[in-house]
């Protein structure tokens, strides 16, 4: 339906609708405080010396404002390092960089002594990694010194020696005995052969600066892409640097092809669409999570802004959400990478396509520059575009035709824009029906989007029909992503039902006759619920429009249930109910007074016992009387008087084991005395009974 | 008469009975009082349970089994020191009476542990 008449079919790009759509924005002001979150000083410094330089050059091409006391410390470390005698040519180079940015005030005896160091390094170097420092920190130093004499004799021995390192495909070994080639060795090596170039005194032969041009164009071949016109750099193997992200590898490349087309002088021949895909990968990385990304990408950017030939100019729309109805306009901002103005160019807008099919229309109308913001703007949108999702093409026209040598902008710019509108909605009503002649019952007017209470009621044999006109603010029938009709049973059960439409009128006739079976002859209040909604649409909308009792027919026996309506996933986490334990009901206890009458009943044959005793004037004649025996004696029936208290103890509180443990302590000395005092009886009554 | 016959006889023989009891060593007598003194505890036992029930029966069991035991060990402590028993004669009395002690000491060890 949504046929914009008047627009031509064109030749479909093979980079289809859709793709290549993304927006770049250049970097913002949530870089700047990332640095400053992601680069804090731990005890007023960064720690090494290479974390600091990263930490200083992130602040400085971004701007922000270097603490005193950073400066300070990282002035005295580096003061420091020059003087030492312990340090390599990798703490020099990493101490001259950071001088580069913060111009200590240093002891020009101390950079003799580094020249002579970082000369013998290069001598005795073999490995990519010493080439790198030696060169790098030579190079630093003739920039910071100009008094101290740096130049190399034997340039082109040096330069063949890093070559050595190359392979075919542009990539470069780390040194000999490994054979792992990586990209991020390539961009050391690069930036390792420019600097040999700026220093070489005569100058190194043209053919050889001729070989590493080449070298360069041919690490191009190996860069990657992703579907969204980025290009970048990654590494296929861990090499002897450790893991490499694409963004450190890409970031090593860029200030390698950087370097080397600074030094050369006419302009490096580099392929614009990848240096721009460069651009935009390390812009789409976004806001990087740790410090050392963040300063890959933001030194790698700070490359690519002034990359000499090549510089990327990056298209980028502060808002591509647009509403007719707010009249907004469209804006479109051309900067470089860091965000620094571009030179004077137009922008036009190309061709507009509709997004999700394949209708576009050619347009080709100049967007007016506001200088005081610095953006381009499309003060109307053109007449056939109405509220919806499309991809505006843009082109970039330099008034310069000398600018096109030195930036690059990537042809055209494709930018998914979604206008939006507020869609009027008129004629809403709802309507009963009488089945047979279709002659209206019951007419209410409704009010969308707005607060609606219809009370209808209606039988099996009638049917209900809602209408409304869609439009959008130029009049234009509208479609939405959604219009639904939902109607909720009072137990919870709902249908829904989807809203067709002709043209601009929407309208849906529900037919009870037929739907019986559907809504499970249930009876009873029904509430109605409409839905329309799209996302270009500003005013979707959910109401509810009140209720509708329907009189259903009895549901006869083989009737399909109504589904079971979900439980409340909540309610299993209320309490539970409660569970009534049977407990045997305890046993009868007689009364306590009766008890205790039978305790003193149980002590009477006691006391009875003793009277007898009494009676049979039983005595003590016999015990002992010396005071050996008369000890044991009493021993034994102390002895005896122990174990009944033992027993006295186990039945109150003590267990079984420890009881037989202390019984048999006890037995033992009881055996002994018991053994002992009779014995004396037994020799007393023997001396008795024979005298 | 025949009644009064009867009544006399009774009379008799618990007359000759009671003299000839009269005649035993004062220590078997001791036993003897011992033993009816465990037994007649025994009795009050069984009427509580007679009366209110057997409901922890461990422990009436535990009771009455230990009146009853002791007055077992005291019969044959009994048996054993009576000089007139030809059948023990070489056992010393002590001896009999250690035995006594020992039995009675394991017996309530074990009537505790069952008494709950």
Same mark, same amino acid.
């Given at each position: 339906m949504a046929q914009y008449l008047g627009f031509l079919v064109l030749v479909v790009l093979v980079l289809a609708a859709g793709c290549e759509s993304a927006v770049f924005s250049p970097v913002l002001e949530s870089h700047r405080s990332a640095a400053l979150e992601l680069f804090s000083p731990a005890d007023g410094s960064y720690g090494s010396l290479e974390e600091t330089y990263e930490a200083l050059k992130t602040f400085k091409v971004l701007g922000i404002e270097k603490k005193h006391y950073i400066t300070t410390s990282s002035c005295a470390s580096v003061a420091q390092t020059l003087k030492s005698t312990s340090s390599v040519s990798k703490d020099y180079f990493h101490a001259l960089r950071i001088n580069s940015i913060l111009n200590?005030? &240093?002891?020009i005896e101390a950079f003799r002594g580094t020249e002579s160091v970082l000369k013998g390094s290069l001598n005795g170097a073999n490995s990519l990694i010493d080439f790198y420092f030696s060169i790098g920190g030579l190079v630093l130093l003739k920039e910071q010194t100009p008094e101290v004499d740096v130049h190399l004799v034997d340039a082109d021995k040096i330069f063949r020696s890093i070559k050595a390192l190359g392979q075919s495909?542009?990539?470069?070994?780390?040194?000999?005995?490994?054979? %792992?080639?990586?990209?991020?060795?390539?961009?050391?090596a690069l930036e390792a052969l420019a600097g040999v170039i700026s220093l070489a005194t005569p100058q190194i032969d043209n053919s050889l600066i001729t070989t590493m041009k080449n070298d360069v164009l041919k690490l191009f071949d190996g860069i990657e892409r992703y579907d969204d016109g980025t290009y970048y750099f990654d590494e296929k193997h861990v090499g002897a640097l450790g893991h490499q992200s694409p963004l450190s590898a890409s970031a090593s490349v860029v200030r390698g092809i950087t370097a080397v087309a600074a030094t050369t002088s006419e302009y490096l021949n580099l392929p614009g669409d990848k240096i721009l895909g460069l651009a935009k990968f390390f812009l789409g990385v976004g806001i990087p999570g740790s410090a050392q990304d963040l300063y890959h990408q933001i030194d790698a950017l700070s490359c690519l802004e002034n990359i000499r030939g090549s510089t990327p100019l990056i298209l980028s729309l502060p808002a591509t959400v647009i509403s007719v109805t707010k009249k907004d306009q469209l804006k479109v901002r051309v900067s470089t990478v860091l965000g620094s103005p571009a030179p004077t160019l137009s922008v036009r807008l190309m061709q507009i396509f509709v997004s999700g099919t394949k209708d576009a229309s050619v347009i080709d109308q100049k967007l007016k520059f506001d200088a005081v913001n610095g953006m381009h703007v499309l003060e109307t949108l053109p007449k056939n575009i109405d509220v919806g999702s499309y991809v505006f093409s843009f082109e970039i026209i330099f008034d310069n035709p000398e600018h096109k040598k030195t930036y690059v902008t990537g042809g055209r710019t494709r930018v998914l824009v979604d206008i939006t509108g507020v869609i009027k909605i008129d004629n809403a009503e709802i309507v009963i029906l009488d089945g047979d002649h279709g002659s209206i019952e019951t007419q209410k007017k409704l009010k969308l989007p707005?607060?609606?209470?219809?009370? &209808?009621?209606?039988?099996?044999l009638q049917k209900l029909r809602l209408s409304f006109d869609l439009a959008t603010p130029s009049g234009n029938a509208f479609k939405p992503h959604q219009a639904f009709l939902k109607l909720r049973h009072e137990s919870g059960v709902d249908h829904i039902f989807l809203v067709g439409n002709s043209g601009k009128k929407f309208e849906i006739i529900l037919d009870f006759l037929g739907l019986v079976e559907k809504f499970f002859y249930l009876s009873g209040r029904y509430n109605i619920q409409l839905t329309v909604g799209d996302s270009d649409m500003e005013n979707s909308f959910l109401q509810p429009l009140g209720y509708v009792e329907l009189d259903l027919p009895d549901a006869p026996e083989k009737a399909a249930r109504p589904p079971p309506q979900p439980v409340d996933p909540y309610s299993r986490y209320g309490p539970k109910p409660e569970i009534a334990h049977i407990f045997r009901a305890p046993e009868k206890?007689?009364?306590? %007074?009766?008890? $205790?009458?039978f305790l003193g009943l149980v002590l009477v044959p006691f006391f009875g016992f003793l009277a007898g005793l009494v009676q049979l004037r039983a005595n003590l004649k016999n015990f002992p009387k010396a005071t050996a025996p008369s000890t044991f004696a009493i021993l034994f029936h102390l002895g005896i008087a122990a174990v009944l208290a033992l027993y006295a &103890?186990?039945? &109150?509180?003590?267990?079984l084991f420890t009881t037989l443990k202390a019984l048999g302590l006890l037995g033992v000395f009881l055996m002994f005395v018991g053994h002992k005092t009779l014995s004396h009886l037994a020799s007393t009554s023997s001396k008795l009974k024979s005298s | 008469m025949g009644r009064s016959a009867t009544t006399k006889d009774a009379h008799a023989l618990f007359h000759s009975l009671r003299s000839a009891y009269a005649a035993t060593p004062n220590h078997l007598k001791i036993i003897d009082l011992y033993i009816l003194f465990a037994v007649a505890t025994a009795v009050i036992q069984v009427a509580y349970m007679a009366i209110v029930g057997s409901f922890p029966f461990n422990s009436f069991l535990s009771g009455v089994l230990s009146c009853v035991g002791t007055a077992v060990l005291a019969v044959s402590l009994r048996i054993q020191v009576n000089k007139d028993n030809k059948e023990f004669k070489d056992l010393p009395p002590e001896r009999a009476f250690a035995d006594f002690v020992l039995c009675n000491l394991v017996l309530h $060890?074990?009537?505790?542990n069952f008494l709950g």
């Open positions: 200590c005030d &240093l002891n495909d542009g990539r470069w070994r780390l040194n000999s005995n490994n054979p %792992e080639s990586s990209n991020n060795a390539a961009g050391l707005g607060g609606n209470d219809v009370a &209808l009621s209606a039988n099996h206890r007689p009364a306590k %007074e009766l008890s $205790l009458v &103890l186990f039945w &109150l509180k003590l267990d | $060890l074990v009537i505790i």
